[in-house]
């Protein structure tokens, strides 16, 4: 039986970063920016294989289960990449919140709208980010950084769902828990 919900799953908003947060953070995405592409794709490799469900929304590699494919995979590069650049805006527009407020609208209009993804996808993805940050970066992402980026995703996902109600997203029981 499928349950239709008719509002988005919004958590309560975070408290706003701090300055000292907003350094953090700007300083170890800088360690990770410099390997930007191998970096978004180390995080989507380990979404589609921990979470299969999430390639329905892409075509091009829908039907690819071997990761070595996956790498090889023009699309999910391109994808990996124009993830790792919304999030590059957003920590560089950290001091700006009506920029990142914008940036991740127009994410999360995109992904409801055009793409129709559920937004349970969002916050599987963040928990990857920091995943696979913790472990790329180990000598950057100590207990007290990961605190912070998980402040900042928490944030994320704050404004990405927001969009998703915005536009009366309607949710439909998630196919990925």
Same mark, same amino acid.
């Given at each position: 039986?499928?349950?239709?919900?008719?509002?988005?799953?919004?958590?309560?908003?975070?408290?706003?970063?701090?300055?000292?947060?907003?350094?953090?953070?700007?300083?170890?995405?800088?360690?990770?920016?410099?390997?930007?592409?191998?970096?978004?794709?180390?995080?989507?490799?380990?979404? /589609?294989?921990? /979470?299969?469900?999430?390639?329905?929304?892409?075509?091009? /590699?829908?039907?690819?289960?071997?990761p070595e494919e996956m790498e090889q995979s023009s699309q999910l590069r391109q994808h990996a990449c124009r993830v790792m650049n919304a999030l590059n805006t957003v920590v560089e527009n950290l001091n700006d919140p009506e920029k990142v407020s914008s940036v991740l609208?127009?994410?999360?209009?995109?992904?409801?709208?055009?793409?129709?993804?559920?937004?349970?996808?969002?916050?599987?993805?963040?928990?990857?980010?920091?995943?696979?940050?913790?472990?790329?970066?180990?000598?950057?992402?100590?207990?007290?950084?990961?605190?912070?980026?998980?402040?900042?995703?928490?944030?994320?996902?704050?404004?990405?769902?927001?969009?998703?109600?915005?536009?009366?997203?309607?949710?439909?029981?998630?196919?990925?828990?």
């Amino acid at each position: 039986m499928t349950k239709i919900n008719h509002e988005v799953d919004r958590p309560e908003r975070t408290e706003p970063l701090s300055d000292s947060e907003r350094e953090i953070i700007q300083d170890t995405w800088g360690h990770v920016y410099k390997n930007c592409e191998d970096v978004g794709v180390s995080v989507l490799i380990r979404f /589609f294989v921990n /979470f299969p469900s999430a390639k329905q929304y892409f075509s091009q /590699f829908q039907d690819m289960e071997d990761p070595e494919e996956m790498e090889q995979s023009s699309q999910l590069r391109q994808h990996a990449c124009r993830v790792m650049n919304a999030l590059n805006t957003v920590v560089e527009n950290l001091n700006d919140p009506e920029k990142v407020s914008s940036v991740l609208a127009l994410v999360g209009k995109a992904h409801a709208i055009k793409h129709k993804v559920e937004p349970i996808y969002f916050k599987i993805l963040s928990g990857v980010i920091l995943e696979v940050l913790s472990e790329d970066f180990p000598d950057f992402f100590t207990a007290e950084v990961q605190l912070v980026w998980t402040k900042l995703m928490g944030a994320l996902y704050w404004h990405v769902t927001g969009a998703y109600t915005d536009v009366g997203w309607l949710q439909v029981s998630s196919s990925a828990v």
